[in-house]
């Protein structure tokens, strides 16, 4: 049977969201789109390619009983209401990070797709990068000896090119001052809680344990924030293993190919690019590396995606979903927690 799908908001991330629906076209099909901007969902609907419903107001979409699931891609302060409402709908759901504001609103969500019965899926993408899957697999089987650091890295200056005026937003002509991320209530931060979700999931995913200390030092360097544009993180593991996240809008990452994480143990080291893989035992002075041709980032919309519709399909667990979502959630939290206290946050 074919998925129905809805999209809950039409901006700048569905458009990836929407190549991804695109692959697994013999198994779901987007029939309806909902967002507060007719213009938008215009746009979105000729990338789509065939007619589909549109709504101005998501609860209407919910309502909607030719819709089976939803995608949802809101501003960070419109999450957890959009999620709670699909659940209470009965509808299957994938939503964009982060799962919501803070942990009270993470509870109640928890709460909503428990009593809802539904599947819901937390939209990491990138824990489908292929570098992400087999680097975990190698640290289960053990290939690194036991694991005492990992590094996990996403920078950029995309948002304002090098020497632009600071108080120009630099995507597509827009200036900051106009979107909502500039507004730290809607945001629940600044960049940490926006971009610098992706690392901090990532590391929790390849260190398998439960964080027990965090510690954090933030700054805004060089776009119009009220809140931070760089985070610099560090977590205590409960087996003493030591994490670090690092995550900027503020400068592009060093290296003309630069590595999204690094995973050190007693017995070599991983380091992995979105279409590579490097392995370093000790004693050897030349890595080893494994390519992942074609691979970009895209793809890794359309893996979570397809990902998604076999869980609902067969009714398994996703990946991630509510729990880690939260967790990733807690970790942010906390770093802000430890930021503005300057201290180290007991989990």
Same mark, same amino acid.
């Given at each position: 049977m074919t998925l129905r799908i809805g999209l809950i908001g039409c901006g700048g991330i569905t458009h990836g969201h929407?190549?991804?629906?695109?692959t697994v076209s013999d198994r %779901?099909?987007?029939v309806a789109v909902a967002d507060v901007s007719e213009a938008a969902m215009q746009t /979105?609907?000729?990338q789509i390619g065939h007619t589909v419903k549109m709504y101005t107001d998501y /609860? @209407?979409?919910? %309502? @909607? *009983?030719e819709v089976d699931a939803v995608d949802i891609s809101l501003p960070h302060h419109l999450h957890c209401e959009a999620i709670c409402a699909a659940a209470q709908a009965g509808k299957h759901l994938m939503t964009e990070k982060p799962l919501c504001l803070n942990l009270q609103e993470a509870e109640e969500i928890a709460a909503a797709v428990q009593a809802g019965g539904i599947t819901m899926m937390a939209a990491h993408?990138?824990? +489908? +990068? *292929? %570098?992400v899957q087999q680097a975990k697999q190698m640290i289960l089987k053990g290939d690194l000896g036991d694991i005492f650091m990992i590094h996990s890295f996403d920078c950029s200056a995309r948002r304002r090119p090098l020497g632009a005026d600071k108080s120009t937003w630099g995507q597509a002509g827009v200036a900051f001052s106009d979107t909502w991320r500039s507004d730290p209530a809607k945001m629940g931060g600044g960049e940490y809680i926006d971009t610098g979700y992706h690392p901090t999931y990532r590391l929790l995913f390849l260190a398998g344990q439960t964080p027990t200390e965090v510690s954090a030092m933030m700054g805004t360097y060089r776009l119009p924030l009220k809140e931070e544009d760089t985070a610099n993180v560090m977590l205590k593991f409960v087996n003493g293993m030591m994490g670090h996240v690092f995550t900027s809008w503020a400068m592009p990452a060093p290296g003309s190919r630069p590595i999204l994480f690094?995973?050190?143990g007693e017995a070599g080291q991983l380091w992995g690019e979105i279409d590579r893989l490097y392995y370093q035992p000790v004693g050897f002075q030349q890595p080893a590396m494994v390519e992942y041709p074609g691979w970009n980032y895209g793809r890794s919309f359309a893996a979570e995606i397809a990902h998604f519709v076999e869980a609902v399909a067969q009714g398994f667990e996703p990946l991630h979903s509510v729990k880690e979502a939260t967790d990733t959630l807690r970790i942010i939290m906390a770093a802000y927690e430890a930021t503005d206290s300057n201290r180290i946050v007991t989990l």
């Open positions: 929407v190549e991804g629906w695109k %779901a099909r987007i /979105r609907a000729a /609860r @209407d979409l919910l %309502a @909607d *009983p993408n990138q824990l +489908f +990068f *292929p %570098a690094s995973v050190t």
